[in-house]
């Protein structure tokens, strides 16, 4: 598909932030032309197959366009105890609740359950999403038949996976094309034995890519490193070698000022998830100073089971909110660094060199942001209005790897939202009877 | 205009919030039929005008009925403000940036800028606002031209109001209707002399009518109000008699043991403004304490300047999530408690007796959320969906007052959102050139 945005203002997140206006152009996957439409021509005269026919032209009505929004850490398949079990200690609502459900997933749930998280993120602006669950080839099917950006990370822990699964997972689900791709990762250091991660390690220098990891979401799980290996989880993994190909963290919100001294010199990526570290009362991630230090920071949803939500504009507003309680001062984390957080570097964070801004040659992730609606006016600051004024209903079209969609509401996913709903309320139902 | 919902999901907001499946009927402004249908020739025989000509059924498509959100702390018209100057300290955001401004607002300003905010308020599935602003008579003027429930509370200070001019807003602004109500108010202690609070504490006590006022905002408010009068905020009110006839606070955040325990007793209503606390750095209101004491607790956005957005479903996670940070505990402020805040405790603080819940009498001040978006599915809590997951997004319908205002993304207000989105960006456009 040639898709043509005219009449658009555009928020390209390259430089200053600065709006242009003017038109759009994407052929195929990617996008060809940003500009105000007066030197179009060098597009026909650089192209060896000459004029782009349009499959369709867009009147943006000077609505936004912008990068997608990228979820940097997730569990998509979650959304299956989206309440299931909330207001309950972290122990708690882990091993009595979570835990003993999600053994009763099938492959064919996780493939189910992904879509309708896809849904979701279609619905607040996301294109890509920083996976982290089991079922792998499940969830990149997923995401190729709906058409969403999928960036997958290891899950292997003592409980399940091997490290060879780790190398046959990296080399298929980057074998599938552009939505496809995989970076080596575990679930964390309190789940994990040495020798697994040690293994992953190793995988990570043979292959040279970033692993990802849970890290340092709780003081307990600081605390319980120090005493099994005598230092916190950063230092542990950096010991081992496993960030000398880059990657980084989930969570990140008990972290010394050596680990992010790591973080720095390493140049790996925080992934932020305050929802998620409000409402199971982990604690505020040090926002400020990460960027004090030149910390690539991302930001994610976690799972549908501990947010509740898969929502950037939430977790936007939560990255700086939190951020000025925590300093007490209402002029740290300015929220233009927040949006660019939420977009490239969530895009640096996952390897997606590819989807950060809108510029020519890049894949066309695209948002557009409703500007008539109330919240998105005065125009006093629009990078402001987005992140401390937006929402997911300021979402009016999300377009991945050019193809639009959610567009006013309605999903272009090759399944309807009822047959979503229906599979996933039947899903829960089904192990609620099964456990009896 | 007579309305029958049917085929609906139903949650009164009474009792222990079962939702019902059934019909809602609405004959003018008022509710007259809830219930599952099969009682409905009761209504008939009841009615002495016989059986209700429908201008309007309604299918719900099992979507959910519920009571409107009460706004119960904001100052709409600073929609104009929206994102002008974020990211400053307290002091010099206030001093340098809105009080200038603020000060440039001529009364047509506050009419249009009033309307550009219930229209945010609409799209949130907010029905009512206790609005807290200059220009009282515009407000109301807006509220009714648009069929929306506003209740005002004076904002007299030093700098502006008398307390005669009080007892003629109270005298006014409850005479024009059910869409138009007054309580007295004064801005705060650090704003308003000793004379003044005792002026209203006297016109309180004359007509029997609750007092609300800012207070306890910041742990510096509350410092200076001891160094000058020796006690807190609350106290001093307490001392002056203010709070005999009911009323409360707006912010709550620094309220000592005290401070609650006159809350407690006298049944004041405390106004909590998550969103406005954090991003201004002021701090996280002890909500949990009040819940245990039996406080009544509602929810305000506070003004668009500082929060940035009207936006009662972000303010809903704010509540439980920001208390479960500050007591480290996740088990703490249930989901479902705070809807009731939202709802029936804000009816409560803004003397809304026959609009907090959905039953036969009260006032037709009813939300449709769409239960079909992704982020209300599936349904192993709705409620705690609604909490935790919820977003503007998912307001179908918004009616106030038995009038549908808000209907699938359009308003029914007598003026398009391009006309009042356009006013409101010459207003502040115009200050700006003049302030040059």
Not at 47 to 64: A, F, S, T, Y
Not at 406 to 421: H, R
């Amino acid at each position: 598909m040639n898709i043509r945005f005219y009449n658009a203002r555009i928020l390209t997140m390259e430089g200053d932030l600065e709006i242009m206006e003017g038109e759009l152009w994407v052929k195929g996957n990617r996008i060809v032309y940003v500009g105000d439409g007066s030197d179009t021509d060098k597009i026909y005269r650089d192209d060896p197959e000459g004029m782009i026919i349009w499959d369709r032209e867009i009147d943006v009505k000077r609505n936004l366009l912008m990068p997608g929004f990228k979820d940097a850490h997730t569990h998509t398949a979650m959304t299956f105890l989206r309440s299931y079990a909330d207001d309950l200690p972290l122990d708690e609502w882990l091993n009595t609740q979570v835990f003993p459900k999600e053994a009763l997933l099938t492959p064919e749930d996780i493939y189910t359950l992904t879509k309708h998280g896809i849904m979701e993120y279609l619905s607040s602006g996301i294109t890509a999403g920083f996976d982290m669950y089991m079922q792998t080839s499940m969830i990149a099917k997923a995401a190729i038949e709906t058409g969403f950006r999928m960036v997958q990370v290891g899950s292997i822990n003592n409980f399940g996976g091997t490290v060879e699964d780790c190398e046959e997972e990296y080399k298929y689900l980057n074998s599938l094309g552009e939505l496809s791709s995989y970076v080596f990762g575990f679930h964390a250091e309190y789940t994990t034995s040495r020798e697994i991660m040690e293994g992953i390690a190793d995988l990570s220098k043979k292959y040279k890519v970033p692993v990802f990891t849970h890290s340092s979401e709780t003081s307990k799980e600081v605390e319980g490193c120090k005493k099994r290996y005598g230092m916190t989880p950063t230092k542990l993994f950096d010991s081992m070698g496993m960030y000398d190909n880059g990657g980084g963290g989930y969570h990140c919100v008990w972290m010394s000022d050596e680990d992010l001294e790591i973080f720095r010199d390493k140049k790996l990526s925080v992934v932020t998830n305050p929802a998620s570290n409000a409402k199971l009362a982990s604690g505020i991630a040090p926002i400020t100073k990460m960027m004090d230090m030149g910390i690539n920071i991302a930001i994610g949803t976690d799972g549908a089971a501990s947010n509740n939500a898969l929502d950037m504009f939430r977790e936007m507003y939560l990255v700086t909110a939190l951020a000025k309680l925590r300093e007490m001062d209402a002029a740290v984390v300015d929220g233009a660094e927040v949006l660019k957080m939420a977009t490239v570097g969530g895009a640096k964070a996952m390897c997606l060199d590819d989807c950060d801004v809108l510029a020519p040659g890049k894949y066309a992730d695209i948002v557009m942001i409703d500007m008539t609606q109330p919240n998105m006016q005065p125009e006093n600051n629009i990078v402001k209005n987005i992140v401390y004024a937006g929402s997911k209903s300021n979402v009016k079209m999300t377009m991945v790897n050019g193809r639009v969609l959610y567009e006013d509401g309605k999903y272009d996913i090759g399944i309807s939202p009822e047959e979503l709903n229906g599979q996933a309320n039947a899903i829960i139902q089904r192990m609620i009877r099964d456990s009896r």
